[in-house]
C-alpha cells in the first residue's frame, strides 16, 4: 500500500443465533473477527425475507459480545443498511 494504510476485512456470512456457542459455523467465522479494528454490521433494511433487521442487528451483537472475552464489542462500529431500493410503501 503506497499510503501505509492497510485494512483486514472479514466477512461473516450466516452468523445465525447461537453462533458463539459454536451452532452452526459460528466459531470459524467469529474467529476471523478478532483481528479485525472496528466492526461493520450490513443488515438487510429491506427485510426480503422476511425477517426483521432490527432482530437481525441484536443477534449479531448478541454473538459478537458473548463470543470469547466479549472485547470485540468495544472497538468502534458502524451499522449499514442495504437494499433500501427494496423497501416497499
Known amino acids: 500500500y503506497r499510503d501505509g494504510l492497510k485494512a483486514i ?10 453462533a458463539a456457542e459454536g451452532r452452526g459455523r459460528g466459531h470459524d467465522f467469529l474467529r476471523h473477527l478478532e483481528r479485525t479494528k472496528a466492526l461493520l454490521y450490513i443488515v438487510d433494511a429491506a427485510g426480503v425475507d422476511g425477517r ?3 432482530t437481525d442487528l441484536d443477534i449479531l451483537v448478541d454473538e459478537i459480545r458473548s463470543y470469547g472475552d466479549s ?9 449499514v443498511a442495504n ?7
Open 9 to 18: 476485512l472479514a466477512d461473516v456470512p450466516g452468523l445465525i443465533d447461537g
Open 52 to 54: 426483521d433487521p432490527l
Open 71 to 79: 472485547d470485540m464489542m468495544e472497538r468502534p462500529a458502524l451499522v
Open 83 to 89: 437494499k433500501l431500493d427494496l423497501i416497499e410503501d
